[in-house]
């Protein structure tokens, strides 16, 4: 017999006795979720997975497509998220990552609402270049770990959801 309402699976057999004698899988299953790899398509990076697109959209379309699949844009942490990041892009690719001061010009933010610690700006990046609005964030592929870019958020990128 198996009963497996989502995560909690136990296995039993029945005896000749008549009683049930069950083994329960849901620590297994528990411990294994940390270390479960992810859907395909998606690559995983510590505890969370990434999918970057083949297709190319504005930033907030990007975010939409990131939404319906229960993702958002990327929000980058550490240096060692950047990195992966940076490595899933082929040679100079520019993708939409999480990052954007739509709301309040300067006052960068994370789409997932945390604050932005540590900062991998291209040289003499953000500069709203030639006046222009740029308040969406892109990471452009180089053979480092890749630099920030601020960007039109109607220009057209990959883009890479976290999830
Ligand atoms: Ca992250
Ligand atoms: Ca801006
Ligand atoms: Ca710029």
Known sequence: IF????????ACTKHHTGILHCIDFFFFLTSSFAGMSCETGWSKFGMNCYY????????VHSRLVCLSMGAD???INTAEE????????????NAWIGLNDIHSEGKWKWV???????TFWG????????????DCGELV????????????????N?????K
Do not use: R
């Open 3 to 10: 009963i497996s309402p989502s995560v909690y699976t136990v």
């Open 52 to 59: 970057d697109s083949v297709t190319e959209l504005d930033w």
């Open 73 to 75: 844009l990327v929000s």
């Open 82 to 93: 950047q990195a992966f990041i940076n490595g899933l892009l082929s040679p100079q690719v």
């Open 112 to 118: 997932d609402g945390t604050a932005v610690t540590t």
């Open 123 to 134: 040289p003499g990046q953000p500069n709203s270049y030639n006046g222009t609005n740029q």
């Open 141 to 156: 592929e180089n053979s480092l770990m890749g630099q920030w870019n601020d960007e039109d958020c109607s220009a057209e």
């Open 158 to 162: 990959i883009w890479i959801c976290e």
